[in-house]
């Protein structure tokens, strides 16, 4: 099986995940067997087990992702309340919270001021307002339209990287 054909197995998982919320088995082969009469299907059901554990993972990462950004904006509100500041921004309130020992909050200003997150954060910056269907919202804040291809920040910085490549 090719990268084309097991992308489009990805595809069909990615649309019965989206469609349905999880993966049923036969629903899913029948699909990939009626678009892929010819393959074999243990080759088949390899790719397929090996997509369904990425997009998992991708899931899980992006729920990790999520609980992560519920909790800073929870620590920012502790701060905000802390210091009378209710406009205080999410760098500021980390860096109030790690001078009073918070561990978190010290890691996470640790993981902001990192020289290389900053570039990338910068490089993001400058490929939404690159990008037709992006925009920066604020300092740090980049707002995608979902139906365009390039729908997450990593699409977006390889979008981006492609077109400077070109220029």
């Not at 009626?34 to 997509?51: I, L, W």
């Not at 997009?55 to 701060?79: G, P, T, W």
């Not at 999410?90 to 290389?116: M, W």
């Amino acid at each position: 099986m090719n990268r084309k054909e097991a992308r489009r197995i990805k595809e069909i998982l990615e649309e019965e995940l989206a469609a349905n919320g999880e993966f049923d088995e036969g629903r899913c082969l029948k699909r990939i067997f009626e678009e892929f009469p010819k393959a074999r299907p243990d080759e088949v059901r390899r790719v397929s087990e090996a997509v369904q554990q990425e997009i998992q993972l991708e899931s899980a990462q992006e729920q990790a992702e999520s609980d992560s950004r519920k909790y800073i904006d929870e620590h920012v509100q502790d701060a905000r309340d802390m210091s009378g500041e209710k406009d205080m921004g999410t760098g500021r309130a980390l860096r109030f919270l790690a001078r009073r020992g918070h561990p978190d909050a010290a890691a996470y200003v640790d993981e902001l001021n990192d020289p290389e997150n900053r570039r990338i954060r910068d490089e993001l910056g400058a490929a939404a307002e690159a990008h037709p269907n992006w925009r920066v919202e604020s300092p740090g804040v980049i707002l995608g339209n979902p139906d365009t291809t390039e729908n997450t920040p990593e699409k977006l910085l390889n979008w981006y990287r492609r077109k400077r490549a070109q220029e």
